[in-house]
Protein backbone atom coordinates (compact mmCIF):
# COMPACT_ATOMS: atom_id res chain seq x y z
CA UNK A 1 0.00 0.00 0.00
CA UNK A 2 1.31 3.42 -1.08
CA UNK A 3 2.49 5.52 2.00
CA UNK A 4 1.26 9.38 2.04
CA UNK A 5 2.64 11.66 -0.56
CA UNK A 6 3.24 15.33 -0.93
CA UNK A 7 3.58 17.93 -3.34
CA UNK A 8 6.32 19.28 -4.13
CA UNK A 9 8.75 18.36 -1.76
CA UNK A 10 10.77 21.20 -2.09
CA UNK A 11 9.18 25.09 -2.83
CA UNK A 12 10.64 28.68 -2.71
CA UNK A 13 8.45 31.23 -2.63
CA UNK A 14 8.71 35.24 -2.07
CA UNK A 15 7.15 37.26 0.36
CA UNK A 16 4.04 38.06 -0.64
CA UNK A 17 3.10 35.32 -3.36
CA UNK A 18 0.81 32.29 -2.21
CA UNK A 19 1.21 29.05 -2.62
CA UNK A 20 -0.33 25.29 -3.06
CA UNK A 21 0.62 21.91 -1.26
CA UNK A 22 -0.83 18.76 -2.12
CA UNK A 23 -1.06 15.60 -0.26
CA UNK A 24 -2.40 12.26 -0.96
CA UNK A 25 -3.19 10.36 1.94
CA UNK A 26 -3.65 6.56 2.58
CA UNK A 27 -5.85 4.31 0.40
CA UNK A 28 -8.84 4.05 2.55
CA UNK A 29 -7.72 6.64 4.80
CA UNK A 30 -10.22 9.32 4.95
CA UNK A 31 -8.54 11.91 7.31
CA UNK A 32 -6.28 14.47 6.44
CA UNK A 33 -4.26 16.30 8.98
CA UNK A 34 -1.65 19.28 8.42
CA UNK A 35 1.44 20.41 10.54
CA UNK A 36 3.42 23.19 10.27
CA UNK A 37 7.38 21.85 11.95
CA UNK A 38 9.76 25.08 12.44
CA UNK A 39 12.58 24.15 14.33
CA UNK A 40 11.88 26.92 17.03
CA UNK A 41 7.87 25.88 17.47
CA UNK A 42 8.43 22.57 16.72
CA UNK A 43 5.20 20.56 15.38
CA UNK A 44 2.44 22.70 15.24
CA UNK A 45 -1.51 21.53 13.84
CA UNK A 46 -2.89 23.46 10.67
CA UNK A 47 -6.36 21.90 10.25
CA UNK A 48 -7.63 18.44 10.17
CA UNK A 49 -10.37 17.37 7.11
CA UNK A 50 -12.63 14.56 7.24
CA UNK A 51 -14.74 13.83 4.48
CA UNK A 52 -14.55 17.36 2.74
CA UNK A 53 -15.40 19.36 5.44
CA UNK A 54 -13.03 21.15 8.33
CA UNK A 55 -13.13 19.52 11.77
CA UNK A 56 -10.52 21.06 13.71
CA UNK A 57 -8.79 24.09 13.35
CA UNK A 58 -5.58 24.90 14.81
CA UNK A 59 -4.16 28.97 15.75
CA UNK A 60 -2.86 30.19 12.57
CA UNK A 61 -4.08 33.08 10.53
CA UNK A 62 -6.54 32.86 7.86
CA UNK A 63 -3.73 33.25 5.36
CA UNK A 64 -4.08 29.32 5.43
CA UNK A 65 -6.61 27.79 4.26
CA UNK A 66 -6.80 23.86 2.87
CA UNK A 67 -9.51 22.06 1.39
CA UNK A 68 -10.07 18.37 0.89
CA UNK A 69 -11.51 16.02 -2.19
CA UNK A 70 -14.15 13.94 -3.08
CA UNK A 71 -11.47 11.55 -3.25
CA UNK A 72 -9.37 12.81 0.00
CA UNK A 73 -6.92 14.11 -1.59
CA UNK A 74 -6.12 17.78 0.31
CA UNK A 75 -4.80 20.79 -1.14
CA UNK A 76 -3.27 23.51 1.69
CA UNK A 77 -3.26 26.92 0.64
CA UNK A 78 -0.91 29.94 1.90
CA UNK A 79 -1.58 33.80 0.72
CA UNK A 80 0.50 36.78 1.41
CA UNK A 81 3.66 34.66 2.69
CA UNK A 82 5.67 36.24 5.40
CA UNK A 83 8.99 35.08 6.07
CA UNK A 84 7.55 33.66 9.13
CA UNK A 85 6.02 30.82 7.26
CA UNK A 86 9.29 29.51 6.35
CA UNK A 87 9.25 25.45 7.18
CA UNK A 88 8.29 21.93 6.81
CA UNK A 89 4.57 21.60 6.14
CA UNK A 90 3.99 17.65 7.37
CA UNK A 91 0.67 16.11 5.82
CA UNK A 92 -0.88 12.96 7.81
CA UNK A 93 -3.83 10.41 7.19
CA UNK A 94 -5.41 8.53 9.17
CA UNK A 95 -8.50 6.02 8.64
CA UNK A 96 -11.05 8.02 10.47
CA UNK A 97 -9.62 10.15 13.40
CA UNK A 98 -6.37 11.29 14.00
CA UNK A 99 -7.05 12.35 17.25
CA UNK A 100 -7.71 8.30 18.06
CA UNK A 101 -5.93 6.01 15.60
CA UNK A 102 -2.20 5.96 14.42
CA UNK A 103 -1.22 8.86 11.72
CA UNK A 104 0.71 8.35 9.20
CA UNK A 105 3.28 11.15 7.82
CA UNK A 106 4.12 12.01 4.27
CA UNK A 107 7.58 13.21 3.69
CA UNK A 108 6.51 16.91 3.81
CA UNK A 109 6.89 19.93 1.82
CA UNK A 110 9.91 22.39 2.46
CA UNK A 111 9.06 25.98 1.84
CA UNK A 112 11.67 28.45 1.62
CA UNK A 113 9.93 32.42 1.89
CA UNK A 114 12.55 34.71 0.53
CA UNK B 1 -3.03 25.17 30.15
CA UNK B 2 -2.48 22.17 28.23
CA UNK B 3 1.41 21.77 27.54
CA UNK B 4 3.93 18.86 26.46
CA UNK B 5 7.43 18.54 27.91
CA UNK B 6 10.27 16.53 26.81
CA UNK B 7 13.74 15.68 28.57
CA UNK B 8 16.34 15.51 27.14
CA UNK B 9 16.55 18.21 24.42
CA UNK B 10 19.23 16.38 22.78
CA UNK B 11 21.19 12.81 23.85
CA UNK B 12 24.46 11.57 22.60
CA UNK B 13 25.47 7.56 23.27
CA UNK B 14 27.07 4.90 22.18
CA UNK B 15 25.82 1.92 19.55
CA UNK B 16 24.66 -0.54 21.69
CA UNK B 17 23.45 1.26 24.76
CA UNK B 18 20.19 1.63 26.45
CA UNK B 19 18.68 5.09 26.36
CA UNK B 20 15.55 6.45 28.24
CA UNK B 21 13.56 9.65 27.04
CA UNK B 22 11.30 11.42 29.16
CA UNK B 23 7.99 13.07 28.51
CA UNK B 24 6.05 14.60 31.00
CA UNK B 25 2.36 16.24 30.14
CA UNK B 26 -0.38 18.67 31.81
CA UNK B 27 -2.95 17.85 29.02
CA UNK B 28 -6.48 17.17 30.15
CA UNK B 29 -8.48 15.24 29.95
CA UNK B 30 -6.57 12.40 28.09
CA UNK B 31 -7.29 10.96 25.77
CA UNK B 32 -3.60 9.13 23.86
CA UNK B 33 -0.26 9.25 24.19
CA UNK B 34 1.84 8.50 21.31
CA UNK B 35 5.52 8.35 20.18
CA UNK B 36 7.10 9.21 16.84
CA UNK B 37 10.47 8.90 15.60
CA UNK B 38 11.69 11.32 13.04
CA UNK B 39 14.59 11.07 10.64
CA UNK B 40 16.15 14.50 9.57
CA UNK B 41 14.41 15.44 6.21
CA UNK B 42 11.19 12.80 6.92
CA UNK B 43 7.97 12.99 8.26
CA UNK B 44 7.50 11.34 11.92
CA UNK B 45 6.67 7.87 11.73
CA UNK B 46 4.34 6.41 14.49
CA UNK B 47 6.40 4.17 17.40
CA UNK B 48 3.30 3.51 19.76
CA UNK B 49 0.14 4.48 20.67
CA UNK B 50 -1.44 4.27 24.51
CA UNK B 51 -4.34 4.75 26.18
CA UNK B 52 -5.29 5.36 29.39
CA UNK B 53 -5.32 2.13 30.24
CA UNK B 54 -2.02 0.92 28.73
CA UNK B 55 1.13 1.58 30.99
CA UNK B 56 3.74 -0.19 28.80
CA UNK B 57 3.83 -1.03 24.91
CA UNK B 58 6.47 -2.24 22.59
CA UNK B 59 7.66 -1.84 19.47
CA UNK B 60 10.39 -3.77 19.26
CA UNK B 61 13.54 -2.46 20.43
CA UNK B 62 11.18 0.54 21.36
CA UNK B 63 8.74 0.06 24.93
CA UNK B 64 6.93 3.39 25.67
CA UNK B 65 5.83 3.53 29.28
CA UNK B 66 2.79 5.46 30.80
CA UNK B 67 2.14 6.58 34.32
CA UNK B 68 -0.98 8.38 33.93
CA UNK B 69 -1.25 9.80 37.46
CA UNK B 70 1.60 11.65 37.23
CA UNK B 71 0.99 12.20 33.69
CA UNK B 72 4.91 10.62 32.70
CA UNK B 73 5.45 8.52 29.53
CA UNK B 74 9.69 7.22 29.02
CA UNK B 75 10.56 5.64 25.92
CA UNK B 76 13.16 3.01 26.03
CA UNK B 77 15.39 2.36 23.74
CA UNK B 78 17.93 -0.87 23.55
CA UNK B 79 20.60 -1.86 22.11
CA UNK B 80 20.91 1.17 20.34
CA UNK B 81 21.63 0.95 16.92
CA UNK B 82 22.87 3.95 14.15
CA UNK B 83 19.76 4.19 12.60
CA UNK B 84 17.96 5.20 16.02
CA UNK B 85 19.62 8.37 15.15
CA UNK B 86 16.72 10.89 14.94
CA UNK B 87 14.26 13.44 16.62
CA UNK B 88 11.72 11.17 19.18
CA UNK B 89 8.28 13.25 19.27
CA UNK B 90 6.05 12.94 22.47
CA UNK B 91 2.01 14.04 21.44
CA UNK B 92 -0.89 13.73 23.82
CA UNK B 93 -4.06 14.02 22.97
CA UNK B 94 -7.09 14.93 24.41
CA UNK B 95 -10.60 14.57 24.59
CA UNK B 96 -12.19 17.66 23.80
CA UNK B 97 -11.55 21.07 22.65
CA UNK B 98 -11.25 22.19 19.48
CA UNK B 99 -7.45 21.52 19.25
CA UNK B 100 -7.01 18.35 20.31
CA UNK B 101 -2.91 17.27 19.72
CA UNK B 102 -0.14 18.47 21.92
CA UNK B 103 3.23 18.28 20.40
CA UNK B 104 6.41 18.02 22.38
CA UNK B 105 9.05 19.44 20.91
CA UNK B 106 11.81 16.73 21.09
CA UNK B 107 14.31 14.49 21.70
CA UNK B 108 17.33 14.62 19.50
CA UNK B 109 19.18 11.35 19.93
CA UNK B 110 22.80 10.72 17.98
CA UNK B 111 23.77 7.55 18.20
CA UNK B 112 27.77 7.37 17.74
CA UNK B 113 29.81 4.11 16.92
Known amino acids: KAGVTQTPRYLIKTRGQQVTLSCSPISGHRSVSWYQQTPGQGLQFLFE???????NKGNFPGRFSGRQFSNSRSEMNVSTLELGDSALYLC?????????????FGPGTRLLVL | KNQVEQSPQSLIILEGKNCTLQCNYTVSPFSNLRWYKQDTGRGPVSLTI?????NTKSNGRYTATLDADTKQSSLHITASQLSDSASYICVVSAKTGANNLFFGTGTRLTVIP
Open chain 1, 92 to 104: ASSLINGERETQY
Open chain 1, 49 to 55: YFSETQR
Open chain 2, 50 to 54: MTFSE
